[in-house]
């Protein structure tokens, strides 16, 4: 392993933070790992602390949005270690979001080196309070100055770090959600599949509005024929049918990959759910509802982790899941997951990536 060159900050910022309200990233940590891709190659990337970077009005992400960024999290372990969670998907993720939208590939064994030292060096910003975390962002631009639609030929990648509360710091409260049927936010072909920022400002608007309306996110349907449920926010869906775990498939290609969603799908089989991983329609999902079949809905995703949802809201119909309260596999999801990455379960699957302290 090289060494990564570090320039440690003079000014920690570790006292403005507050930690009894941490919240979701509105916090960041110390350092931050940089590297810079010029003349064909990244560079080897150092450990600087976390400060302003300056950019000229025609950098070409401003305008074209030639960037993506990744999401993960450092825990504290019960016996005062560091586990990072599956990496090494994030790592391959990253890969596939640059490659769509042209964006050159970073190694995954350099990504993995630079998250290992950046947390390393600021371990003490990994919080011992249960549920609270270190959340991980790596971005990657486009620092070319240009107008004109075309890629850029330099890039930077930085990840930076965010200690983030737990979501259920006012205890679990299953979400309202919007069925959306005047937005969509992705289609077949399209940017779907990759973590980058247009998919996002597209979400806005709707989620604004679903806010609005008294909700807390929007459910996205498919693109073409607004029937088959794709996403729910920024989470992969699941449904609880009978005894069968279902979620929409990658194979559509418009739904994140989510690593979430990997796990749930593996820890699933362990529970004794059927898991089919189909298309599925709003309507089925209400038409399950109406015969009691509908058991559970959640989302999932790397902050929140699993999220129970508790009211859908259709073209003018609610279906109320589950009295609006959590469900069993839900909350056994959520209780296992979280028990494995604070170490207080056996690690089966080799998720836990561990810092050396
Ligand atoms: C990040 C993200 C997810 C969840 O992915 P995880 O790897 O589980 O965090 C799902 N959908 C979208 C659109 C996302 O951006």
Redesign the pocket.
Request: aromatic share 0%.
């Given at each position: 392993m090289a060494d990564i060159k570090i320039t440690q900050t003079t000014k920690t910022r570790f006292d403005n933070v507050d930690w009894s309200n941490l919240g979701f990233g509105k916090f960041f940590g110390d350092h931050v790992f940089v590297s810079d891709y010029e003349n064909g190659e990244w560079s080897e990337g150092e450990i600087m602390p976390y400060g302003e970077v300056l950019f000229e009005p025609g950098m070409c992400t401003l305008h074209y949005g030639q960037t993506i960024f990744e999401?993960l999290k450092a825990f504290r372990t019960v016996d005062n270690g560091i586990n990072i969670f599956r990496p090494n998907m994030n790592a391959k993720r990253l890969n596939h979001s640059c490659a769509r939208v042209c964006i050159p590939e970073f190694s995954e064994f350099k990504f993995l080196d630079a998250i290992h030292d950046l947390v390393k060096l600021d371990q003490k910003w990994v919080p011992n309070v249960k549920g609270q975390s270190l959340y991980i962002r790596p971005v990657v631009f486009g620092t070319g100055n240009f107008l004109g639609v075309y890629k850029s030929e330099t890039y930077k990648m930085i990840i930076m770090t965010s200690p983030v509360g737990s979501y259920y710091e006012g205890g679990l409260n299953p979400l309202k959600i919007l069925v959306s049927h005047d937005f969509v936010r992705a289609v077949r072909g399209g940017l779907g599949t990759a973590?980058t920022a247009a998919?996002y400002a597209a979400s806005l608007l709707a989620t604004e509005k679903a806010k609005a309306a008294g909700f807390h996110q929007v459910l996205w349907l498919d693109g073409v024929n607004m029937e088959n449920i794709d996403?729910v926010g920024?989470?992969?869906i699941m449904f609880v049918i009978g005894d069968e775990l279902i979620t929409p498939p990658l194979s559509q290609g418009t739904?994140?990959a989510?690593?979430?969603?990997d796990t749930v799908i593996k820890l699933a089989e362990e529970m004794g759910l059927r898991i089919a991983e189909r298309g599925i329609k709003v309507k089925e999902v209400f038409e399950a509802h109406q015969v009691g079949l509908l058991k559970e809905v959640f989302g999932?995703?790397?902050a929140a982790v699993i999220s129970p949802i508790g009211l859908l809201h259709y073209q003018g119909n609610s279906i109320i899941i589950n009295n609006n309260e959590i469900g069993a596999y839900t909350q056994k999801f959520y209780d296992t997951i979280v028990a494995i990455q604070s170490g207080e379960i056996e690690d089966k699957y080799n998720w836990n990536f561990s810092i050396s302290l």
């Open positions: 999401g973590k998919n996403e920024a989470m992969n739904i994140l989510g690593v979430t969603r999932t995703g790397t």
